[in-house]
């Protein structure tokens, strides 16, 4: 069982940075593939971004690469999205999820359903 808590959204004017956080509790969170994905009202959940159990591979929507870094601290237990040069398009709620897998392909890592835990979401506003 995996628990998961998500911290640091808030209101930022377009072109801020803002950095999310995920504490994750349980023994296999350094096995595990974690990512965050997003729902804006009246829009489905997307995924954003997603991190391999070591870290050594990432995935990003076209719709933030070159401005958002997934990162994380096995020691820490804490996934990380740095998001930079925020667009009102990229506001809002924020959900971090942990997978079963420890890896997963380009094809899958965005696919709801490979994911078994998530938490309550942070919410990101961004004002033009």
């Known amino acids: 069982q995996v628990q998961l808590v998500e911290s640091g959204g808030g209101l930022v004017q377009a072109g801020g940075s803002l950095r999310l956080s995920c504490a994750a509790s349980?023994?296999?969170?350094?096995?595990?593939?974690m990512a965050w994905f997003r729902q804006a009202p009246g829009k489905e959940r997307e995924g954003v971004s997603c991190i391999s159990s070591n870290g050594g591979i990432t995935y990003y929507a076209d719709s933030v690469k070159g401005r958002f870094t997934i990162s994380r601290d096995n020691a820490k237990n804490t996934v990380y999205l740095e998001m930079n040069s925020l667009e009102p398009e990229d506001a809002a709620v924020y959900y971090c999820?942990?997978?079963?897998?420890?890896?997963?392909?380009?094809?899958?890592?965005?696919?709801?359903?490979?994911?078994?835990?998530w938490g309550q979401g942070t919410q990101v506003t961004v004002s033009s």
């Open positions: 999820a942990a997978s079963r897998y420890s890896a997963l392909s380009e094809d899958r890592w965005a696919d709801i359903s490979e994911y078994d835990f």
């Open positions: 349980g023994r296999t969170f350094s096995v595990t593939v």
